[in-house]
């Protein structure tokens, strides 16, 4: 069975390791860069973007990151960590003059809050590319992708927007799979991280 690697920094990465662990696979914290050796893959959880991307500046695990992923290793981002990916970031905070680092591993832009802020949150029965019923999708202050460069494809859309890419061993997800008790998609992230990309459909 692969390794899966949650990024323990911040935010639902709880939430990711029981449903990873409900289906039989190996997770590891990933806190240091040290916590990547030997792994298949990796989730970015959800939570606060720019809160986890001060810590992973404090941790040294920007470069790690890009590093495992060239390697070859699987990454799933899911709402903040889909942020986290992007090539570009819109909607980061004034305070930061309006910028905010990503690790630039997704051919897309990210909206960040694109559906609006905390109480405009919401579940939604979502149609997902390769899935026979919709998949029950949370949205938490959830991002979009705004553009969507040539090298991912888009797998759902919400209200018109893209919230779910594939490209690759990158899959990004606008919503929070691992507050559902809908295993489907965390299924899918083992399988993209066993095999070679390109063989794996949803
Ligand atoms: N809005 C948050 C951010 O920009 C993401 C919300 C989430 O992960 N649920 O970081």
Request: charged share 15%.
């Amino acid at each position: 069975p692969p390794r899966i690697g949650v990024l323990a920094l911040q935010g639902a990465f709880r939430e990711h390791r029981r449903l990873l662990e409900s289906l039989g696979s190996t997770v590891q914290e990933v806190r240091l860069p040290a916590d990547l050796a030997g792994l298949d893959g990796l989730i970015l959880p959800g939570g606060e973007s720019t809160t986890m991307a001060h810590l992973l500046t404090e941790y040294g695990l920007w470069e790690p990151i890009r590093g495992f992923s060239a390697g070859g290793g699987a990454i799933w981002g899911t709402c903040a960590g889909a942020i986290l990916l992007a090539r570009e970031v819109r909607g980061a905070p004034p305070q930061f003059g309006g910028r905010q680092d990503s690790l630039y591993l997704l051919d897309a832009t990210v909206q960040r809050n694109a559906f609006g802020r905390q109480i405009n949150s919401f579940a939604a029965p979502l149609p997902v590319q390769g899935l026979d019923t919709p998949f029950p999708a949370v949205f938490i202050r959830a991002p979009a992708f705004s553009e969507v460069g040539a090298a991912a494809a888009v797998l759902a859309h919400w209200e018109g927007q893209a919230v779910m890419l594939r490209q690759g061993n990158i899959l990004a997800t606008a919503f929070h799979p691992e507050l559902t008790n809908d295993s489907r998609l965390h299924e899918f992230f083992l399988k993209m991280a066993v095999k070679s990309p390109e063989s794996v459909q949803i």
